[in-house]
């Protein structure tokens, strides 16, 4: 809130120590804070709103193809989890346990929900009878309590927000085709509204998600030069449909267990906002998902300053940018500008006298730092064609980020090499062989972050036998 | 989900045993289920989609005052709750607990949130120095833990869904025009997107809100002849800032404790929709909440008459109605234009090769369940107006339905009777007294609803004095 303080000298250089950065912004920017039970946050009306533009994409997207909204309890009974062994094996480590209600002690303790394949699929057998009933196509918005020791804002929380799809299907292919699906639009909304790109692919056996037959992940680098998995969907097969009894009866009019998924984009996507694009004046934020795109900050707050500013507000507004005027008059230009900054707010225009004389609009992109100037007149388009650039340009940013920081190894004397001296992803030709990544993981502390589409012409880099596929590694989060 | 028999048979008239229908509608318009643990229940998708509607009409009203979302943990150490005596009191009785998290037991125990005062306000008073930092005008879309022992879908859970708004002022002015502005932006949202009419009034001191120094209430009445608190608005004056320490420095430089109020609207709404505008056929639902405001049902769904229906959906769409068609073909007419009663479609538009032919446009009003017809040829402007007046009238007879079972009780005879007989609200000159209220209640399970605005010049009904004010009393949900 407010400070008199010139906030800027107390943050760190982000190319520094990393983590002091990433509190500080939490803290200057107004994101989060830190709640009273071990390893829970708040999120900040700030922080929030982003969480909201993420939403709003995503649910954009989910609704076109017909996935509907629900609801699920959030405390069940520890006996749904039990009904599939991998499953709860996964979950079991992490679970909040409620053992009294209303002033009792209850008969069967509750498990606060740690994802709720158990719950919804229980529901989902008990509404299908027929091919008729499929596909379900239900997605949740809700919270999830996982117990977390060691914690970070955002990117690993005890609660945490998140949407949560879950589907039922009458063919693999469908089911295939659905979880795909969502990591399409799940990688669309990194690119082009969190301006974030990485690499998609399969999880290895060891890494994915717990019960799954298939684990599709985004994976992106950040500047730690550690990988953050940044959203998942898993293809069930008819596994968990076995342990829910979940059948229906096929057109041919046989009994048959349904092909399932489910896929999740969480909270965590707001740390690995604030970690890729931030730098050491603050936050930078892509347009499409900042709360506000465009501030206007008087230089003065006199009433001919303030006037033209109300003005150019409700030009901008009456555009449609989410448009803020700083009428403060009890903090200085210097501090708000600064302010908005750290903040990470895309456009700033700086409005003084002179401005008006010479009828233009000086504006700085948060993005570069840059200054410039447009004529007053059908300035909102302008400003709205500043925007789609600004989108654009982060995202460019991103991607050479990403391929700047992607290595090729030839042989695991290399990857050691790589993986000491400068991290990042490490492309190699490799068989998937769980021994074999359970060693290097505890050699390099890498891991496989997930199998590339493309096949692989070329030579194991660990045997040296034949390689069928491509893997990225990486130290993760 | 899909069902061959004739659903409508199933459903038991609304005349009859109500709480009979409510289950029976709550299944067949696929609304909710019960959940696994007691007293909790889903949201199937056509509920929650309700909830979706208002949601976003409750919260553009808020943006549009500047009101912000934000998220504050769900579970908290009990000695938050602690803080504040009355609120303590009141909620003790209604915890889930949570003694374990990660496989250990926990140092403190947590419990989840049965309202969030007591965590947020203790961040407030960490937020805030001065009068700059105020006003605080923060909401959470959130879920909501309250142990209950006898619970009904919507009406009464263990866990429910719901907005809390908590503000925090400098003067008690703008703290109590808050207050009222939240309740009139309810009463907005029950009027003109429920269409359900009631009164809102301030609560007696034996029914406020535990903690707060005023509560005004939206009261309902429901076809049982019980009235439903339907929403609340607080206002706390300095008394929470006090436990909770949220100072701010003055204008004048001196300290001062912060003014407050809470105002939640919550998923009981649905209930109150159901049970207000359902009728012996199904639900009725008014357009502006309506999942599906029009529905197309093919007579057979032959080549042309799909082709037409398509063309129809197109248009409706582009005008901006949700609509859907319903082109399944492995289910009668008969059954869907059930099907779409039950769930209470303002408008089914039936289609056969006869209305091609003729070049018109069938429909039904599922309010009225009168039927009608229209020229084909700029169908969807007329289908808005029809949307409109539909729902206008349904605020019509909600207002309607709540002026019939409003009496005037002279004295507590007259009064006794009524509840006897009739029961509803009942409006009489009363000076608030709690020993008579509690022994109104006692005799007549009739509870204080709520004081109405306007002065008394008469009688109080109970002790023949003059009374100072207008009290509405009914039995209650």
Redesign the interface.
Known sequence: ??NQQNEKNLLPKKTGDLSDWYVAINRLADLS?Y????G??????YG??I??NIQRALDDLFKEHGV??????????MS?LEREKDHVDGF????????????EKLEE??V?RPTSES?MY??YA?????W??LPIL?NQW??I?R???RTMPFIRT??F?WQEGHTAHATAREALDTQKWAMDVYRKVYREVLAIDGYSGLKSAAERFAGAEETLTFETMMPSMKALQSCTSHYFGQKMARAFNLVFQNQAGDDEYAYQTSWGFSTRSIGGLILAHGDDNGLRLPPRVAPIQVVIVPVKTDDEVLAEGRKIFDELKKAGVRVKFDERD?ERFGYKLNDWEVKGVPVIIKLGAKEITDGVVSYRRRDTLSDGQYKRAGVASKIIKLIDTIQADMLTESVKFRDENTYDAADYDEFKRIMADRSGFIKVHWNEDTDIEMKIKEETKATTRCKLAEQSDGVDFYTGQPAKDIWLFAQSY
Not at 68 to 77: I, R
């Open positions: 809130m407010s804070d709640g009273p039970a071990k829970t946050m708040i999120f900040k009306p929030y709103a969480w909201e509907e909204n629900a609801y699920f309890p959030m405390l069940f009974p749904y079991s480590p992490e679970l909040a346990v409620v053992t009294h209600g209303g002033g303790p509750l606060v719950i229980d529901y008990k509404w299908t009878q027929s008729r009933d239900i809700n919270n309590v117990w977390e020791k005890s609660e927000l009890y």
